[in-house]
């Protein structure tokens, strides 16, 4: 069974700090990974992809990948209090279609 | 924007009710999904599709059937629907192997009663 594990939260941090998410993965031969945002009531939304090893930066969003550790991050800078949702890790299973999602963390953002 | 569309936002049915769900993506992505979201499982998938009448059990299609006859399009029929399917239906597309991300559609609430 393939799977996708992310601490369930809540993480709380103050207006301005760094918000890091963290999530791991089963499957070694995954290639590519993803982060959801979704705020309550709505659908996610994909905010971050990354496919290679190491850091991925997008505004205040860096995504950090390690295959050999089967890691992938998410980190927030400047957290807002517009920030807060859960937020879904989620990975490609190697030689399919098939998506997995972890169950997301819950972060609250402080203003 | 990639838009895929859900035709209800909120559904109540009855129990034994045959039940479609429809969404459509205006991309002309090949790869397309159903979800489902209960709170404290996460996002489970139920079918997917590939192309064209193609279809793809998930992990959990007990009680669901699918339908892609133009690819657009992919209906989610719960056969004689249940308590237990009440949910939060998700349906999201991709164009390729999934390579970049999904692109959801706002969802479904079905309650079966």
């Known amino acids: 069974q393939k799977e996708v594990e992310q601490n369930s939260g809540p993480l709380s941090v103050p207006e301005g700090a760094i918000a890091s998410l963290n999530c791991t993965y089963s499957?070694?031969?995954?290639?590519?990974f993803f982060w959801y945002r979704q705020y309550s009531g709505k659908s996610p939304e994909l905010i971050m992809s990354i496919y290679s090893n190491g850091d991925k930066e997008d505004g205040r969003f860096t995504a950090q990948l390690n295959k050999a550790s089967q890691y992938v991050s998410l980190l927030i800078r400047d957290s807002q209090p517009s920030d807060s949702a859960t937020y879904l890790c989620?990975?490609?299973?190697?030689?399919?279609?098939?998506?997995?999602f972890g169950a997301g963390t819950r972060l609250f953002v402080k203003a | 924007d990639v838009k895929v569309t859900q035709s209800s936002r909120y559904l109540v049915k009855r129990t034994g009710e045959k039940v479609f769900l429809e969404c459509v993506q205006d991309?002309?992505?090949?790869?397309m999904f159903w979800y489902r979201q209960d709170p404290g499982l996460g996002l489970r998938l139920i079918y997917f599709s590939y192309d064209v009448k193609m279809k793809e059990k998930g992990d959990i299609p007990e009680g669901y059937s699918v339908s892609r006859e133009k690819k657009e399009r992919f209906s989610l029929i719960l056969e004689s629907a249940s308590t237990n399917q009440t949910s939060m239906y998700l349906c999201?597309?991709?164009?390729?192997?999934?390579?970049?991300?999904?692109?959801f559609g706002s969802g479904t609430r079905l309650t079966v009663v």
């Open positions: 989620a990975v490609n299973l190697s030689g399919g279609f098939k998506t997995i």
């Open positions: 499957d070694r031969g995954s290639q590519s």
């Open positions: 991309m002309d992505h090949e790869n």
């Open positions: 999201a597309s991709t164009s390729t192997q999934g390579g970049y991300g999904y692109t």
